[in-house]
């Protein structure tokens, strides 16, 4: 029996059933015998089987490599509906840079219709003064693999030129030889103009950080200058009106406490603006000590009741009965009650105003200044601590101040490392609360930023005279 090699290819066993057939078909004839003969049948009709199962597995790999070849087509459909439909443009060239095919969006960005653009270098849309660094890129495309993010102006047929960013890879055959160039185009004309717009920005920031640093030099270095001519006018005038009170007709005795009532006014707005400019450059630092807080209210309380005075106000202390030791700055402290003070008066013209200090919860305590007067609508409560901003500019000029006492106020106690703000209705009056630690810890330490050599700009809010009365 002639035995076939399964490892053998469909045609090979073919042609082995065939040469088998025709040798059984020949002796069949020669022989003269029934036995041979029936063997001979019987052989011939295992060859024709083993054909049969031959056709069958030829019929099951055709169907096979049918499905595969179908598959590979649809993938291929689908490959170059991505390619002709992507939102970028792509382009195939041979090494040279001459154009194989294009899809729309590369025929939209250069202006022309695909079937036009394949056969075209690709070097005919770059701008003249940028092709010898293109020709140089093609030279070298030929060793890297890829260039990312080159940058050229391209120059579309019948349109303006725009910038584009190109990304190319190498195709390359099985000897490692590039045979052809995937090109990837993207119109960056946006980008660019963005990334002017932010470098324009960046310039106009860095001017104003400048100009907003050399405003605060000059507001420091000033409001120094201003303090201490300041002071012997009121060093003077009070000793004029204590020395020489009984020589001085009626007249003369008001208009000195005139001139002193406005330059301790004057003085305390120029405190305000040295603080203002020690805390914008990082120059203020707590100067830390043990003191009773109920006392400290009590005297800052006593020295702004003749402001209250003047508007036939009343002010009110709720205070705890036992001393309340905290650590803090004295100094700032005080600046922060006085300046919530002086606020809640100035926009009070009838009622009270009550300065009220309680302990709170995890070694923190509560002062709140709350008042009867005009209020804050909602609306610009989230600004009222911003510098220089007012809400009412026209009510406000006519009450005076520099517009910087909240800014103040609510930096210190950031400073602080305490938190601050306002309850209020337009016309019900308002409420400032503010949450301080009992022990504040000591704070960072900033480098120095000088406002102006060799001086110390730490406002004197404590002056031997009274700058409220």
């Known amino acids: 029996m002639y035995l076939f090699d399964e490892n053998n290819s469909i045609e090979q066993r073919v042609s082995q059933v065939q040469r088998q057939s025709e040798l059984l078909c020949q002796n069949a004839i020669d022989s003269h015998s029934p036995h041979q003969i029936a063997y001979y049948i019987e052989e011939l009709r295992e060859a024709l089987e083993e054909l049969c199962v031959a056709e069958e597995e030829l019929k099951q790999q055709n169907e096979e490599l049918m499905a595969a070849r179908q598959s590979v087509e649809q993938e291929r459909q689908r490959y170059q509906e991505l390619f002709e439909f992507a939102p970028d443009g792509y382009v195939v060239t041979d090494i040279h840079g001459t154009v194989r095919e294009a899809n729309c969006a590369a025929a939209a960005l250069l202006n022309l219709a695909p079937q036009y653009l394949v056969g075209k270098p690709l070097i005919n849309f770059v701008a003249d003064e940028q092709r010898r660094e293109f020709r140089s890129m093609l030279l070298q495309l030929q060793r890297v693999h890829r260039l990312q993010e080159w940058e050229v102006r391209l120059c579309p047929r019948q349109k303006a030129a725009f910038e584009a960013a190109l990304t190319v890879a190498a195709v390359r055959n099985h000897y490692g030889q590039s045979i052809a160039l995937r090109w990837l185009m993207r119109d960056i004309t946006a980008r660019k103009q963005a990334e002017s717009h932010l470098h324009q920005v960046q310039l106009q920031n860095l001017e104003l950080i400048e100009s907003n640093r050399l405003k605060n030099q000059f507001m420091g270095i000033i409001s120094h200058e201003l303090r201490t001519p300041m002071n012997a006018i009121l060093g003077f005038s009070d000793l004029l009106l204590r ?227």
């Open 243 to 469: 020395r020489f009170h009984d020589r001085y007709e009626p007249q003369q005795i008001a208009f000195l406490e005139r001139i002193l009532n406005n330059a301790k006014h004057l003085l305390l707005m120029i405190e305000e603006i040295l603080a203002y400019s020690r805390l914008k450059a990082h120059r203020l630092e707590l100067q830390l000590e043990a003191f009773d807080l109920l006392e400290l209210a009590r005297i800052t309380a006593e020295e702004m009741q003749c402001m209250a005075d003047q508007k036939a106000l009343a002010l009110e202390l709720d205070l705890p009965p036992s001393p309340l030791v905290v650590c803090n700055d004295r100094t700032r402290v005080r600046q922060i009650l006085v300046n919530l003070l002086s606020n809640a008066i100035k926009f009070t013209d009838t009622g009270r105003v009550t300065l009220a200090i309680a302990p709170g919860k995890a070694e923190k305590l509560l002062i709140t200044v709350q008042d009867t007067g005009i209020g804050i609508d909602p609306a610009h409560q989230g600004r009222i601590f911003q510098e220089f901003w007012q809400v009412n500019q026209s009510q406000t000029r006519s009450q005076g101040g520099t517009g910087l006492g909240l800014s103040i106020t609510s930096s210190l106690v950031t400073l602080m490392q305490g938190k601050i703000w306002v309850e209020s209705e337009l016309g019900e009056g308002a409420v400032f609360r503010i949450e301080l630690p009992r022990n504040v810890p000591s704070p960072p330490i900033h480098p120095e930023q000088d406002l102006s050599p060799d001086q110390d700009l730490s406002p004197n809010i404590e002056d031997k005279l009274d700058p409220f009365c």
